[in-house]
């Protein structure tokens, strides 16, 4: 168990709908990254959040949204769902922003879109 | 454009045999290079690399890195039925931030 919590585990939804899936990371951890893990693609970053503030983007669509809250909580929101969207996406935490610092990663939450 | 690339894709082998499983890289301020095993869900963190030739080791895994060629190996020897996984190489670049490069995975799995 690596401390990071996510939820749902699993979501089933239509195309065209709008998801948030919710990260909480380890205790203390001020950073929050986000992935998209599918058949095709592998393991693609998404975005990053310090401390409530964006700090970087990777892959992220554009109608696809992070927030990271005040108790450093993170939100991804995915909208006008396509069937590419299926994917497992992880939520990952480090304790700064350091470049030598682990990312520990959260179970993941299944999204299939039908 | 940053990449990672892992070898084989995938690989099957017998309990008791040892793997050797690659990774190259070309990426922008490169930081360190991380090896991550999964297995049902989330990757779990394996090793994390930063410095040429000092080999880091856990058990029957090692792994190296070689910051001149852009390359790393993870060896896992005398291999069991439970190092079935996906083995993943991350590569953190520092742009500003810390961001990670993966690579497709090497799928393992070992045969009694």
């Known amino acids: 168990d690596s401390g990071v919590t996510q939820t749902p585990k699993h979501l089933i939804t239509a195309t065209g709908q709008r998801v948030t899936l919710r990260c909480s990371p380890r205790s203390g951890d001020l950073s929050v990254y986000w992935y998209q893990q599918s058949l095709d693609q592998g393991l693609q970053f998404l975005i990053q959040?310090?401390?409530?503030?964006?700090?970087a983007k990777g892959n992220i669509l554009e109608r696809f949204s992070a927030q990271q809250f005040p108790d450093l909580h993170s939100e991804l929101n995915l909208s006008s769902l396509e069937l590419g969207d299926s994917a497992l996406y992880f939520c990952?935490?480090?304790?700064?922003?350091?470049?030598?610092?682990?990312?520990?990663f959260g179970p993941g939450t299944r999204l299939t879109v039908l | 454009e940053d990449k990672v690339v892992q070898s084989p894709l995938s690989l099957v082998v017998h309990e008791g045999d040892t793997v050797t499983l690659n990774c190259s890289y070309e990426?922008?301020?490169?930081?360190?290079l991380l090896w991550y095993k999964q297995e049902k869900k989330a990757p779990t963190f394996l090793f994390m690399l930063t410095s040429s030739g000092i080999e880091k080791k856990s058990g029957r895994l090692s792994s190296i890195l070689d910051k001149k060629e852009l390359f790393s190996i993870l060896n896992i020897t005398a291999t069991q039925t439970g190092d079935s996984a996906i083995y993943l190489c991350?590569?953190?670049?520092?742009?500003?931030?810390?961001?990670?490069?993966f690579g497709q995975g090497t799928r393992l799995t070992i045969n009694p």
């Open positions: 990952a935490s480090s304790r700064t922003l350091g470049p030598t610092d682990t990312q520990y």
């Open positions: 990426v922008t301020n490169f930081r360190s």
């Open positions: 991350a590569v953190e670049a520092w742009q500003g931030a810390q961001k990670l490069v």
């Open positions: 959040y310090y401390n409530g503030e964006e700090r």
